[in-house]
């Protein structure tokens, strides 16, 4: 792994829950729209379960390879038994997992940082 490769495993998660929490915020602000379906986004290990490779290669080296760059994320509609006004946000699950996406955020910007502090600290030479 290349010096700044945690940084980049980490800037992608960072990516993947603030996404996540925009569409959480979308899902908990429509909690009262009649009809509303509730959205969730799955990370791309699941997209690679769910979808086939497509059926194509590279005939010629200077063709840009067909995989990359590969879609991170996939929004789903997530099918609840719909409440009175047939809106299918559940509020309680909502607010719960907005929180525990609010927390992995935190511990990964702190990860973050300690690379970051871990690299310069290299480079000062202490």
Known sequence: MDMFGKLNIINDFLDYRYQRAKVISSNIANADTPGYKPR??????????????LPLKKTDPRHIDPY???PKFKEIVV???????????????????????????QVLS???MKNIEEMKTSIKGR
Not at 40 to 53: A, D, N
């Open 40 to 53: 969730e986004l799955l990370f791309e290990k699941y997209l690679k379960e769910e979808i086939p490779p």
């Open 68 to 70: 990359y760059p590969p």
């Open 79 to 105: 099918e609840n038994p719909p409440g009175y006004d047939k809106n299918k946000v559940n509020l309680d699950e909502e607010l719960a997992k907005l929180t525990d996406n609010n927390l992995a955020y």
């Open 110 to 112: 702190q990860m973050l």
